[in-house]
């Protein structure tokens, strides 16, 4: 598994030395949520602006992250200082819309975790992955990197949404190459770019790879320089 600080050092060095930024963008509305970032992993340095846009949803007391559900008692996650095994942190990430659906980033010292939340009853769905939909909120775009010691793994995953659940629907190995700045063409087409997890190498940044659904099966025609 990847060491969480290692992984979070990566991340806040993107946060701050490359342009561009990842626009989640909800079905309705089309906001900007989650900037400054390139990447799909929108944490930590948001968080406090997040709360305060759906500040009936989300709050904190200290190192303790409250989401409000309804008609029930708060979740509570509470973080675990480090360094070592036990260390966790939380952070709230949001509300994915239309579908409700409160987001949680958990980050352990050897993991990283997306908590999808329902705010009716507290149900979880956990990914890998942050979920972006595409335009009409009927699949969600997924991608995930990570440099562990069992080498580089990444992939480019498509959720179908039912009801308040994402159903993974398709998936490819990309080898090292993590899927970043995701770009729905419309509901059954989507766009994104590369990055090698290892820091050099992979595929050149600027090559666009495209993921197309015809005829009921979603297919990647990969980036050609």
């Avoid at 590369?194 to 990969?222: I, Q």
Wanted: proline residues 7%.
């Amino acid at each position: 598994m990847v060491n969480a600080a290692t992984r979070f050092l990566a991340l806040c060095a993107l946060a701050v030395g490359l342009p561009g930024s990842l626009i989640w963008r909800s079905a309705v509305g089309q906001q900007e949520t989650c900037l400054p970032r390139d990447d799909i992993n929108c944490v930590g340095p948001n968080e406090q602006a997040l709360r305060v846009r759906w500040r009936n949803v989300a709050s904190r007391r200290g190192d303790t992250l409250l989401i409000r559900l309804k008609g029930r008692a708060p979740l509570t996650f509470v973080d675990v200082p480090g360094p070592g095994d036990a260390e966790r942190h939380y952070s709230f990430m949001g509300v994915l819309e239309p579908l409700d659906l409160i987001l949680v980033d958990d980050r352990g010292y050897e993991s990283h975790t997306h908590w999808l939340i329902r705010p009716a009853n507290g149900r979880r769905q956990a990914l890998e992955c942050f979920p972006v939909l595409s335009p009409g909120g009927t699949y969600a775009f997924c991608g995930y990197g990570v440099l562990d010691e069992g080498g580089p793994q990444a992939y480019v995953a498509v959720y179908a949404v039912d009801g308040d659940t994402l159903v993974r629907q398709w998936s490819q190995d990309l080898g090292e190459n993590e899927p970043i700045n995701p770009r729905w063409v419309s509901d059954h087409s989507f766009e994104f770019t590369t990055r090698s997890v290892r820091g050099y190498g992979g595929e050149d940044p600027a090559c666009t790879n495209r993921v197309v659904r015809d005829a009921g099966v979603w297919r990647l025609a990969r980036c050609k320089p």
